[in-house]
């Protein structure tokens, strides 16, 4: 089965910087890639997603990129703000819909100091 | 307002003693799902629903029930709870079909088995 793996658990940052999460996953076949924020106290939600026939999908200060020949793909975000504090979650399947279901990897938890 | 109801949000329980925890869309999904989330272990899918009396088991399922009578709800059972079963525990809902990985997920269940 598919496997997904996270980096780094944990991410602390100063507000303004950038932050990069790290996923990779082991089934080629896999072919959509959401990630989901989950702030304090709440079920996750999803902020962006990319296909594998795209490279790179962005939306205001959040960005995902995707290297399908090497089976990685990341979040970046920007000019980070406090409320960007959350646990993220990269997740890997063969399509979005239908009956694939995802694998998520272990979540990174990102910290934006002010 | 769209959204995933679950219930009771906190539950402490002894071990042995069933318990349900029910979960509720108002979206007509097709798709329901359970998860549990475990620091430093992510989020772990339990059961899946495709549809109603359509049930199919996750990546942990063993120790759970689920059924899938209506479209709207979800219930979980825990037919002989044990400490293990601590957990957050998340129902999540979304369309079959659809071309995102738009899962809503509820606000969580907080489970502790004495």
């Known amino acids: 089965g598919e496997n997904v793996e996270q980096h780094p658990s944990t991410l602390s940052v100063q507000e303004g910087d950038s932050a990069v999460i790290k996923c990779t996953y082991s089934?080629?076949?896999?072919?959509?890639f959401p990630w989901y924020k989950q702030e304090l106290g709440k079920g996750p939600q999803l902020i962006i997603d990319?296909?594998?026939?795209?490279g790179e999908k962005k939306d205001q200060r959040i960005a995902v990129t995707l290297n399908k020949t090497a089976k990685h793909f990341s979040l970046h975000i920007t000019e980070t703000q406090p409320e960007d504090s959350a646990v993220y979650f990269c997740?890997?399947?063969?399509?979005?819909?239908?009956?694939?279901?995802?694998?998520f990897g272990r979540g990174t938890s990102l910290i934006v100091h002010p | 307002e769209a959204q995933v109801t679950q219930n009771p949000r906190y539950l402490i329980t002894v071990t042995g003693k069933k318990l349900t925890v029910t979960c509720s869309q108002n979206?007509?999904?097709?798709?329901m799902s359970w998860y549990r989330q475990d620091p430093g272990l992510g989020l772990r899918q339990i059961y899946y629903s495709m549809n109603v009396e359509v049930t199919d088991k996750g990546d942990v399922p063993e120790g759970y029930k689920v059924s899938r009578k209506e479209k709207r709800n979800f219930p979980l059972i825990l037919e002989s709870p044990s400490p293990n079963q601590t957990s957050l525990y998340f129902c999540a809902s979304r369309k079959v079909g659809g071309d995102r990985d738009t899962q809503y997920f509820g606000p969580g269940t907080r489970l502790t088995v004495l």
């Open positions: 990319i296909r594998s026939n795209v």
């Open positions: 979206m007509n999904h097709e798709y």
């Open positions: 089934d080629s076949a896999s072919n959509y």
């Open positions: 997740a890997a399947s063969k399509g979005p819909g239908g009956s694939y279901i995802p694998t």
